[in-house]
């Protein structure tokens, strides 16, 4: 059963996807409900978890491949290891070691093929790791 918003508030902070998307309104939470969607559909091998605060996608060997964050205005699809992701298109922002995002700020702005690309890099990115016997990323906290 996915909680109600007055549920999620009363118990504080959300513990699973579910409490996380049904807290969240507006234009932020459309925006987050068609990029789950849309992450779902192109990666179903992999798990819906709650890490770092947020929705995060776990390929089958553990490997975070993606993560849906909300902020007041906008929705962050973020990469773990995105800052080794091929990315032609030029979507991806951020200058760390690892991560990268791409902000959206409405479900118009989701642009589905350059997603889905990104989407699979991250995949094939995860399987290659996991080939070579490189432990995921960020591995000491799991998802649950």
């Keep these: 059963m996915v909680p109600t918003t007055r549920q999620t508030r009363r118990s504080g902070k959300p ?48 490997y975070p491949l993606c993560y849906l964050f909300g902020l007041r205005d906008h929705v962050n699809l973020g990469f773990p290891s995105g800052a080794q992701l091929e990315d032609p298109r030029g979507l ?21 093929t350059a997603l889905r690309e990104l989407l699979r890099g991250a995949a094939r990115l995860a399987r290659r790791q996991a080939k070579a016997g490189i432990p995921p990323c960020h591995s000491r906290r799991g998802a649950q």
């Design 15 to 62: 513990k699973t996807a579910d409490e996380y998307f049904v807290g969240q309104t507006g234009v932020v939470r459309d925006t987050l409900i068609a990029l789950r969607s849309l992450v779902k559909a192109t990666l179903p091998k992999a798990t819906e978890g709650f890490k770092w605060g947020a929705p995060v996608y776990i390929d089958p060997h553990g």
């Design 92 to 112: 991806l922002e951020g200058s760390g070691k690892q991560g990268r995002h791409i902000k959206f700020f409405e479900p118009g702005d989701i642009r589905k």
